[in-house]
């Protein structure tokens, strides 16, 4: 079946560090990939996704970009801040329309990052 | 703004007490889904609507139900919560579920004691 592995955590930054969260799958078909961020206490926000190989996807200075051949989405960060300590969960989503995936997100274990000033 | 929202955000009840959890969204999205989050895990979809058409989980327990009685709200049941339900649940939506209309949106959960 489907899934998603993500390095183990916790990590913890400096701030204006860079960042880098691996993430592999396992799919038998093509599905699109996400990046979500929970903050303490809350729900989760969509970070950025990804919805065919080689399409990169970027939002708040993050990046991750979909790689079929090693069928990675690594989530990267230039310079983090205090603000971005949080957990962040890989996802792999639903296939197309008829895929017996329908409308299932598949979530990693997620990484918790601390960043101190 | 459009959004998901939950209702209450903590909710204490017994053992065995029946409860229900509210979600509301302003996005007129056709899909809306709840997940239960237990301590450090991952996600773990329960069961999702695609308009009025109910999708279980094989795996989600008979313990737990769902409603959509319109577009803009669903619930989530739990008819005899147990302390291994406490957790925090998530509802979300998205438009459809391929292409450009799966991206789910989460509301910002509902955590759910049980005493």
């Known amino acids: 079946g489907d899934s998603v592995t993500q390095m183990e955590g916790p990590v913890t930054l400096s701030e204006e560090a860079f960042l880098t969260i691996n993430c592999t799958y396992t799919a038998t078909g093509y599905p699109s990939l996400f990046w979500y961020v929970q903050y303490p206490g809350e729900g989760l926000q969509l970070l950025l996704k990804a919805t065919k190989a080689d399409d990169k996807g970027s939002n708040k200075g993050f990046e991750a970009t979909y790689r079929k051949e090693t069928t990675s989405f690594h989530l990267e960060k230039g310079s983090v801040q205090v603000s971005d300590s949080a957990v962040y969960f890989c996802a792999l989503g639903p296939y197309p329309a008829g895929g017996t995936s329908y409308g299932k997100l598949t979530f990693g274990q997620g990484t918790i990052l601390t960043v101190h000033p | 703004d459009a959004m998901v929202i939950q209702n209450p955000r903590y909710q204490v009840t017994q053992f065995g007490k029946p409860v229900t959890l509210s979600c509301s969204q302003t996005l007129n999205h056709n899909v809306m889904y709840w997940y239960q989050q237990k301590s450090s895990q991952a996600p773990k979809l329960l069961f999702h609507y695609y308009d009025k058409d109910f999708n279980n989980e094989a795996d989600t327990p008979d313990n737990f139900q769902s409603r959509r009685p319109n577009t803009s709200f669903c619930f989530l049941d739990i008819r005899s919560p147990g302390l291994g339900d406490a957790a925090m649940y998530l509802c979300?939506?998205?438009?459809?579920?391929?292409?450009?209309?799966?991206?789910?949106?989460f509301g910002p959960g509902t955590r759910l004691l049980v005493l």
């Open positions: 979300a939506t998205s438009r459809g579920t391929s292409g450009d209309q799966e991206t789910q949106y």
